[in-house]
């Protein structure tokens, strides 16, 4: 079983809970101050981007989704291996 489990709320959040860690775009960790369980913004209305503040339940935010692999894309074909004498 995965150490990290996210459950995709109905019209709300990303729940992440377990052994993560989260990082910005550059790859540095951010410091949870040792929670186990975060909200992740899925609305986009949050003002503590990207946590949850509960924005969802007032701006009107609409999904349900389901668990359907089809829905997934296609993994991505390896990289070709470099040129030689590159």
Known sequence: MA???ITIND???LRVEGDFELVDAQGHSIDLGGRARIGLCRCGGSAKKPYCDGSHK???FQSVVTADAAKLAPPAPPAPPPAPGA
């Open 3 to 5: 150490t990290t489990r």
């Open 11 to 13: 019209n709300g959040s």
């Open 58 to 60: 007032t701006n009107g």
